[in-house]
Each structure stands twice: as C-alpha cells, then as structure tokens.
C-alpha cells in the first residue's frame, strides 16, 4: 500500500497478449522497507461480449473500439454505407461476433445445441433511434429448422443441400454439411413455368420461403423468451438491378437509390401476365419477424480494403478469405432481381455477389432476425467456442 492507501495501479500503452514482469517493493507505514516481489503475468484483451455483461446492444456501439473488426459506418470511409450502423467485417477466424440464441449452444454439430449458434451481422437503428443487434444462423438452415413439405404445408423445401450440390462440398466452411436443406426462393413446383403470382413471384410479401418457412415453421419453433426478443422489422424488398461496388448495392437496395411505389418498378415490365399496379407499400417493404440477409450485407462483410470491388468479382480468393460471411453455400438473399418477375439474388458458391436465380431453382438460406433494442448480452467473450450469450429474465 503506497502513501495514498492505493491498492491498485494502472499501467498505460500495455501491448495485448504480451508478457511483462512487474517489480512492486511494498513498505510500511513508516516508509520503511518491508519486502520486495516480483509478479510476472500477461496481458490479454478485453472484449465487446465481456464489456458489455448485463447491458443492451447500445454498449457494443459505445465500446466497439475494443473490437477492430466490428466497424462504424459514418461516413469516414468513402465506400461505406453511411447510415450509422456498426457492422462486423473480416475473416471469420478474425471475427468475434457469435452469439447463443434460442438455448444451449454447443460446438458439436451432431448436438442439438448446434441449432442455436448465430453470428452478429452488426448493430442498426430502428424507427426509434434505439440499436438493435441483427443475427444470421452461423450454418446453413437445416429442414428442421425451417420445415420440409410435411410440416409446412405449401412451404418452399425442396431436398437435402447436399443431393443438389454433392460435388461442391469443397468450397464448405460450415460444419453441418449433412443436414443441410434447399428451399426455392417461391415456389414448390419447378416445371411450373407459368407467370402465377403465387408460384413464381420475385416479390418477397409472395414468397413461401418467407410466409411459410422463415415466418411460419421457423419462427414458430422459437420458445419463449426467445421469440420475445424479435423485433418485427420492416425489410426493404424492391431488390436492386445491377453490378456494383458495396455502396452502390446498398444504395440500390436499402439507400437512396432503392425502389420506391412512385418508381412502380416492382413487376416485371417485359412479361406477359396481368401487370400490378405496384401502388401499396407493401409491394416494396415487408414487415416481418424473420428474413434474409441483403447482399450489401454480405458485401460489406469482407475488409474495408475490399469494398470498392464489384459484386461480380467477390469471388476473389483474397476478398472471400477477409468475409466472415462467406461460407461456401449457394443461398438466397432477401433482394429480388429488379430487371425482371421471377429471379432473385444470391450468394454464389465461390463468392460471387452479382448472380441472379430463378426463383423455382433451390439454394440454401440462413434465417435473420434483429433483435429488440432492450435485449441484454448476459456472458460470452463472442468467439465460437465462448459465444455472447443473452440475459434471460
């Protein structure tokens, strides 16, 4: 104890993961010498999960310099989004961003606790100002997940992933390869080659992955607490039309660039069917407690050094490698393709972000969820063998 009766002291500008000997002479009263000690010991980081126990997502903006990969999108960087949202980016192993949601998580795949690890796309205003903490299921989406043709009637389940893309194993970085399922965009019939909006519509309010399997089987598995902490969200639906960089595709999509009524672009202007009049919101926002994630989400995964390349050359080695998000499925996004009624973006399997499917083709898909702005991280450093996990009152 010094002069003062302090029984602490704080080192400044300490290195993470770096050993240091610290020397502590200890004196009495009398400013007499009493012993000397010699403490060796090394310094570790601290992390977003661990700093924010007991608090909201409003901490993880409040200390995200403790986390150099979750990144603040102000307007700083030229090529970012700019609407004040925080949003992991980098290589998986580099990105601690995992989350425990819906009950126990476990690492093995073979155990059922595996169904419950996400992974936190970023933090993002809501209509209130508040942050809400938007998660993506960390593998792809199983049929007990999502539901098959038994357990959801009219739903878009089409086969196990694996019949479809047998050879592309390959290019896989989950761990659940097996059980994976593959769900059409909107339909249940791919010989169905007609223009019916019920069938083979690119609008997502028309989707049965959406209405039946992500909002319908899935979300009605969520058990309480869990499924009270979904925030109903309003999604941005007119999808977008072209090639471009990370912020020309989230400007297409979610910015001003985006698809509004006035625009009446929402059908297809080339094809023969009766033409909607595209004159309710709702053709173009969706409000809804589960989704997809859009492609400038996927885009703005990757490092900031990247976010000028073009959708169609995401399939780089060294912009794949840098994007947590990438994990070597073919799988559907939220976005419709604007340039016509019956396709949809995806993610292609080597990495591309440009590509367009019909919407009776099958893929893989990650449900998405935001979670309430009042949801509190209760444990976890966010690595996947330590994942954030949330407090449950």
């Known amino acids: 104890i010094d002069q003062d009766n302090k029984t602490t002291h704080t ?9 240091y000997t610290i020397k502590v002479r200890a004196v009495d009263s009398s400013n007499n010498k009493s012993a ?89 205003k809501n209509g209130s100002g508040q942050y809400e903490m938007k998660i993506i299921k960390a593998d792809g989406a199983t049929k007990e997940d999502l539901g098959d043709t038994e357990t959801a009637v009219d739903g878009a389940y089409y086969r196990n992933y694996k ?40 609008m997502w309010k028309e989707s049965n992955l ?14 309480e607490p869990y499924q009270g902490m979904i925030s109903n ?16 595709v989230y400007e297409a999509e979610l910015g001003t660039g985006k698809l509004t009524v006035e625009s009446k672009s929402c059908y297809d202007q080339g094809d ?10 709702k053709d173009l926002i969706y409000p809804a407690n589960v989704g997809l994630m859009y492609v400038s989400d996927y885009m703005y995964g990757t490092l900031p050094e990247y976010w000028n390349t073009m959708s169609s050359n995401y399939s780089q080695d060294n912009v794949k490698k840098n994007n947590w998000l990438y994990l070597g499925l073919y799988e559907w996004t939220i976005s419709r393709d604007s340039n016509g009624g019956r396709t949809a973006r995806l993610v292609a399997i080597e990495g ?13 898909a990650r ?23 949330l407090e449950i009152e």
């Open 11 to 19: 080192f400044d500008k300490l290195q993470d993961n770096t050993e």
């Open 36 to 124: 000397d000690y010699e403490i060796t010991a090394t310094t570790s980081k601290a992390t977003l999960g661990d700093k924010c126990q007991g608090q909201t997502a409003e901490c993880l903006t409040k200390n995200y310099s403790l986390e150099p990969t979750l990144i603040f999108h102000n307007g700083s960087d030229e090529n970012d989004a700019n609407d004040q949202s925080y949003r992991y980016s980098g290589a998986s192993d580099k990105v601690n961003n995992y989350v425990c949601f819906g009950g126990d998580c476990s690492n093995d795949p073979a155990q059922d606790g595996y169904k419950y690890l996400y992974r936190i796309i970023g933090l993002f």
């Open 163 to 202: 019949d479809s893309y047998s050879s592309y194993q390959s290019y896989y970085k989950g761990k659940n390869y097996n059980n994976l399922a593959s769900y059409y965009w909107n339909s249940t019939d791919s010989s169905n080659l007609t223009y019916d909006t019920n069938t083979n519509s690119n």
């Open 210 to 223: 959406n209405t039946k399997n992500l909002n319908g089987t899935y979300y009605n598995s969520i058990e």
């Open 233 to 248: 969200h309003i999604w941005q639906v007119g999808g977008y039309g072209s090639s471009g960089d990370a912020k020309a």
């Open 272 to 281: 023969t069917r009766t033409k909607r009049e595209c004159n309710q919101d």
């Open 352 to 364: 591309s972000a440009y590509d367009s499917s019909y919407v009776y083709y099958d893929r893989g």
């Open 367 to 389: 449900p998405v969820l935001y979670l309430k702005s009042d949801v509190k991280i209760s444990s976890g450093s966010g690595t996947e063998e330590d994942p954030m996990k």
